[in-house]
């Protein structure tokens, strides 16, 4: 990310279904076509009204559980601005509430317990000891005080996180394709904001 003329290049990153929210969307999906088929096999001709809102409520629900998973992000001047399925824009997570970032790693069978579910969100996250966590230039690594704290999420799998410790202990965790390049991006936008 390169200064311009009194400005911040932006990053474009994106964060991607893992196995676990292709499953979920892949389980919606059959167990919605099971129930279809079963309500049309037992109701005959008037069970069609029925087995159409179903397969649409199936079909809403499976586009949800998309979007929450497919997630792109736009690092910039103001902080990080996170979109759901790359169209719906969230609440940007303020730049002016960062105060370091680091790469995180978890194993990826400790995802869910973690965060409590996958995709964007928001819970108590268990917070990072220094082992697990690796600097990216030029700032310094930080762990927040107690077991856990409020942190805004966009995770689909474990493995290297991006980690965003904020000033009012508050936390960031990210799961981006290209974890260093996010993590660059955000230490970039942090320091032009100093």
């Known amino acids: 990310m390169a200064r311009t003329s009194g400005t911040l290049a932006p990053f474009k990153g994106r964060v991607r279904p ?4 292709w ?29 159409v809102i179903l397969a649409l409520g199936f079909a809403g629900y ?12 736009v690092v910039d001047e103001h902080g ?8 719906f824009t969230r609440p940007t997570w303020p730049l002016e509430n960062f ?17 409590g579910n996958i995709g964007l969100g928001r819970a108590e996250v268990t917070v990072s000891t220094m082992g697990e966590v690796r600097p990216v230039a030029p700032l310094k690594p930080r ?4 077991p856990q704290a ?33 993590a660059e991006a955000i230490a970039a936008a942090i320091s032009f904001a100093r």
């Open 23 to 51: 499953t979920r969307v892949a389980l919606t999906l059959v167990i919605g076509a099971a129930i279809c088929i079963f309500v049309l096999l037992t109701f005959g001709d008037s069970g069609i009204g029925t087995a």
């Open 143 to 146: 762990t927040l005080v107690g």
């Open 99 to 115: 105060r370091t970032v680091q790469l995180r790693t978890v194993a990826p069978e400790r995802v869910g317990s973690l965060v």
């Open 150 to 182: 409020d942190t805004r999420f966009a995770v689909t799998h474990g493995g290297e996180l991006v980690e965003i410790i904020g000033r009012d202990g508050r936390a960031y965790l990210l799961s981006p394709e290209n974890p260093r390049e996010a």
């Open 62 to 73: 499976a586009a949800w559980a998309w979007l929450r998973t497919s997630i792109t992000f």
């Open 80 to 87: 990080v601005t996170p979109r759901l399925g790359g169209f």
């Open 18 to 21: 893992g196995r676990v929210a």
